[in-house]
């Protein structure tokens, strides 16, 4: 079969996305993680757009690569201008990458509107830019920008923008959906075409495809292109881009190798793509998607006894593949369905074996059964089930007791609103009784919690609140409904989540809260 | 053109999703937007599963529809049992919906591994359950689970079975990707298999499509199945479903009319797409994902430079569809114009009609862009939104002024936690000065509030909290990160919500809870 080439863009297209900022360093971890994945292409940056991309490629020059090849990004010579005078194609060539992706205009509404030249001159800077650069030494991949509006729109002149980039001596022609509008039959029909011209011509490069969401077909439309002959993929990890974002890589590597029979990647290197999905989204500070086709923590999790069971005796039941190809794995939800199959599965994964009719087992099971019937759920809370396990098994670690509790909070004549926890803490013989303020009651009681615990356990200090989640439950009895509190906490190298639940939303967030910090100290034991 | 159905499973294959919990409330009020929609099929539940759904079918008889039928879920009868004896099927009789959806085994591999019966049973089971519902005076849907996995492996046998439907009497063959595995490419091979075969066998049932985002192709999947002849589309509002989601009818609903020429919903319908998405959203206590297409935040989000001066120039060179056409607005960071035309929409609906450049518009819209910018959120909180406009029309009345506020929540010595709360309340020249216990501080304060109110306003007797939702905006502050608290209080006539936020939990709460108190009142007054 045909090799497939994946570019990513995540450096440059992905980096668009709202929120997202890399620093330097940022990127070349990323660059580096991509190697390792095995990617075909990295597109690297836009030289000239901003200092941090010309510093990444000065950095880059350090760096060495076993799998990918670095490409630089950069339009075309501007109107009425030598390409050998352009300020942006001087600093592309600058970067010293060997691959150089420029990108053009392929809609002559765009040439009136955006770059209002004539459509004679834009052929010329496209002709003119490509052979620059393969004069100056570098192989060229030429972005059809627009290509697909523009297809259906001016036909003839798309195909002479084409014509024009791949003349000059572009290897790969990458066709945009710049707007991310198409569907699957327009992606098709118009690549169709291309392709029926490219052998007409006898045009020698090959065909890429980019293609946005904002249809949310991004990766049908990418999988479209590759059934009608398109061998160069681009995408972004996550799919991170600027509206909508970019065909996910993540999802059409896996559509691509495991599906479709490609072989882009080693099933090692494939077996990293959680790794990598999840790295790249800690690096752009941004809260993974759970819900993410192959890489999101919920992509094999399944719920109810049957279920589970049918899945024990045959994964081909419910999973489409196998998580562990994709580096994911498989998450059996305690829920109030929960089997006796999901328990066991879940004491294995915490180190517990038992045999199925342990009685321990049965006592764990009705534990769980009766406090999710007070409305607790395991779900989301592994940490605290974790604690329940080992209560039932009578080897949870005391760490302190809460033998008193109190917050208030007012609002004072200049209308500041301010609050204020007292905790009486328990640890050994010793009983800690201290006061802090807060933003609000929670955190308040937060920081007299540690301030009461840190004197005994140091470690306290490098833990933290991450999130915080509250849920009422029967919400037609209103505030006076049980409220469910699920808190996450972290100390830097890991994160973990526990629950509390009480009519009284202080004592659910108190429980949740000091799970959280039992958790941590008994994590940093072991 | 053929009509397409579009069938909402939300309330029931989309409460699947890990960390939703629908209220009986919850689901009365996504059917009614669902309504408004215009949706085709609204899935309410399945009886018998649990309390909840059969709770709602049961207030279902009280509400009436415009535009959609509501159908009620459930399976084929049990292995060796007359379907007259299955308690499932009585309880989905007892629903009492013109129109049931049953879901039958279309793999061979289930009945043996999931059902443990023989493939001749399963046959019998699917024709009569079908059957039987028909002679209780139902119009049937057929969900042919697992279809594409069982078509790929046993055709004969899945062929079989989507036949003992139809002969049965279904009206609907419902094709589920279950796994949610499939590419776009089998999808298209499937259907136009199944297709011909209906075409040769003369079945009369209409052809389905129901998929799965497991391979971030979903609403592709769905497209396909319609470009061979699928005519009922199934999916969920923001795509919310188990593992990664059903079918994204956000995205499905305006890819079919403003891309394919299908007629689902009127214009104006469609015009309410994105305030539908982020309803759902806030009533699953879910953050809508500012990314999604079409009803995202960012979808039409434009960054500055040439990019934004063209697309002032001419829309369509860089965005795919009118935003408005979805109720979605261009953002571009400098001096945003948009918007202003729903404020005016809006201001219509509450009997305020204005000209386009009046200051007062520009004032309000300005107000609203000031408090979203500190978390404020006003989609699914019209009474606080009624309240700001009367405030910046200087028509609100001043039912009552907060001046003090005090909480406190301790535990005591028997381990119970109690809460009270203290306010001085000014009432024209009168101050109260009252105090009450709760079950937690919002409790307690809001019986306060009410007894501090009642002399003077009677009708407070008759209010009372329905619902309370709290949701943390940037998380990784943890518990010291902004608190938006949503409201939902009632007179027993009506509903209406409320908006609170602030870096602390009671305050936040404290401003829902006296807008809700000040709504009823206004209401009460008109």
């Known amino acids: 079969m045909e090799r497939i080439y994946l570019y990513d863009t995540t450096l440059r297209d992905g980096a668009q996305r709202e929120g997202i900022s890399f620093s330097v360093e940022d990127k070349l971890r990323v660059a580096h993680k991509l190697d390792d994945l095995g990617v075909a292409f990295i597109e690297g940056g836009w030289p000239g757009a901003n200092p941090k991309d010309d510093l990444f490629f000065e950095r880059l020059r350090g760096e060495s690569f076993k799998h990918s090849a670095v490409a630089a990004f950069c339009s075309t010579r501007r109107p009425g201008l030598r390409a050998e005078a352009d300020e942006g194609l ?38 003119e830019t490509v052979a620059f650069l393969r004069f100056s030494g570098r192989r060229v991949i030429f972005d059809c920008e627009h290509w697909f509006d523009g297809f259906a729109k001016n036909p003839d002149y798309a195909l002479a923008s084409l014509q024009a980039a791949a003349r000059a001596g572009a290897e790969w022609l990458v066709l945009c959906d710049t707007n991310g509008g198409m569907l699957p039959k327009q992606i098709r029909e118009s690549v169709g075409a291309v392709r029926a011209f490219c052998e007409a011509q006898d045009l020698a490069a090959g065909l890429g495809i980019h293609t946005h969401n904002d249809s949310e077909t991004a990766v049908a439309n990418a999988l479209a292109a590759v059934e009608l002959g398109a061998r160069m993929v681009h995408g972004t990890i996550n799919g991170y881009g600027e509206r909508c974002g970019n065909a996910n890589l993540c999802a059409l590597l896996p559509n691509l190798q495991l599906k479709m029979g490609y072989e882009l990647v080693s099933p090692d290197q494939l077996g990293c793509l959680t790794e990598v999905a999840h790295f790249v989204s800690e690096v752009a500070n941004l809260a993974p998607n759970d819900h993410a086709a192959y890489v999101g923590a919920s992509a094999f999790a399944h719920k109810g006894g049957i279920h589970v069971s049918a899945v024990q005796r045959n994964p081909q039941t419910y999973e489409h593949i196998v998580p562990e190809s994709v580096g994911n794995r498989r998450r059996i939800l305690v829920s109030d369905q929960a089997g006796l199959s999901n328990i066991l599965h879940k004491l294995a994964d915490l180190g517990f074996r038992f045999e199925r009719h342990d009685p321990a087992v049965a006592h764990i099971l009705q534990q769980i059964k ?34 008193g509790l109190y917050t208030a909070c007012q609002t004072f004549p200049d209308q500041s609103v301010r609050s204020e926890a007292t905790v009486r803490v328990r640890v050994g013989r010793a009983l800690q009784h201290t006061a802090a303020d807060g933003n609000g009651p929670v955190s308040a009681l937060d920081a007299a919690l540690r301030k009461a615990l840190v004197g005994f356990y140091p470690q306290v200090a490098s833990m933290h609140l991450v999130d915080y989640k509250v849920r009422i439950l029967e919400g037609n009895l209103g505030t006076s409904a049980l409220t469910r509190v699920l808190v996450e906490s972290s100390d830097g190298t890991g994160r973990w989540t526990t629950i509390g639940v009480s009519p009284n939303i202080i004592e659910a967030s108190c429980r949740a809260v000091i799970e959280g910090l039992e958790y941590g100290l008994s994590r940093g034991r072991r």
């Open 90 to 127: 001087k600093k592309v060539l600058a970067a010293g990458t060997e691959w150089v992706t420029t990108f053009g205009k392929c809609w002559d509404l765009h040439v009136h509107a955006g770059l209002r030249t004539s459509l004679e001159e834009n052929l010329a800077m496209i002709e």
């Open 370 to 403: 009766q406090l999710e019937a007070e409305g607790y759920q395991f779900e989301a809370a592994e940490a605290s089930f974790e604690l329940l396990v080992r209560e039932c098994l009578k080897v949870r670690e005391p760490f302190f007791t809460l033998e």
